[in-house]
């Protein structure tokens, strides 16, 4: 009887972990209008894999999307948004960050500032 009780108490208690670990987690799509190509994603996601609290991030350069999944106790939305501009691109209404965006490659740069895929 003791061995059952003990297994109900250990069941019970990977529950109730695995609950409150499921609580303080949350994914947020951020539009990242300036990401270009393979590169830009490469450079983001990798950015994103040492940072505090961050547990997923995946960047869709084709629809201009991040999606970043995180924990709610170590970081919040804002600050994803932060480490995405301080990476060199725009993280929704915030702007990237100047010197970050001189340091990526030409290939990642906006259309306008002679950036972008050449035509084929």
């Known amino acids: 009887m003791k061995k059952l009780q003990l297994m109900l108490l250990l069941v019970a208690g990977f529950a109730g972990t695995a609950v409150a670990q499921a609580k303080g987690k949350a994914t947020v ?16 996601e990798n950015y994103m894999s040492h940072e505090d609290g961050i547990l997923k991030t995946v960047v869709d ?3 201009k999307t991040t999606t970043v999944t995180y924990m709610t106790d170590r970081t919040n939305v804002e600050n994803i948004k932060a480490l995405i501009a301080n990476c060199g691109y725009d993280a929704d209404d915030v702007t990237a960050e100047p010197d970050a965006y001189k340091r990526l490659p030409t290939c990642c740069k ?8 050449p035509k084929q």
């Open 110 to 117: 906006k259309p306008e500032d002679g950036g972008g895929m």
């Open 61 to 63: 350069y084709k629809k």
């Open 29 to 44: 799509i951020i539009k990242t209008p300036t990401v270009q190509c393979e590169m830009c994603k490469t450079r983001i």
